[in-house]
């Protein structure tokens, strides 16, 4: 059992940036993919990238490559989301989520709110 806390979100400004954080507990991201969504309100939810742990590879939808960056920390068993260049469309709750495999999630975060203002 893996369980996910993401933190790192809030309330910023068009143009700025956040670092999200998602830290694993129970046990060691070793073997998973990790990635990162968002969901807006009345909106289905949206795949931004994902990283296998045990190579770094990483993975990003078009819509997000330009200015969000995946990245792993093995020593804080922790994934983070890099997002510059905030927009007010990019306002959604960002949740983590871990597998075995890409696109086959099990585990989920509680999720995170990012709020950007114009």
């Known amino acids: 059992q893996v369980q996910l806390v993401e933190s790192g979100g809030g309330l910023v400004q068009a143009g700025g940036s956040l670092r999200l954080s998602c830290a694993a507990s129970?046990?060691?991201?070793?073997?998973?993919?990790i990635g990162w969504f968002r969901q807006a309100p009345g909106k289905e939810r949206e795949f931004l990238a994902d990283?296998?742990?045990?190579?770094?590879?990483?993975n990003y939808a078009d819509s997000v490559k330009s200015r969000f960056t995946i990245s792993r920390d093995i020593a804080k068993n922790t994934v983070y989301l890099q997002m510059n260049s905030l927009k007010p469309e990019d306002t959604a709750v960002y949740r983590c989520?871990?597998?075995?495999?890409?696109?086959?999630?099990?585990?989920w975060g509680q999720g995170t709110q990012v709020t950007v203002s114009s």
């Open positions: 989520a871990a597998g075995f495999m890409r696109g086959h999630y099990y585990y």
């Open positions: 129970g046990r060691t991201f070793s073997n998973y993919v």
């Open positions: 990283i296998n742990w045990s190579s770094a590879s990483t």
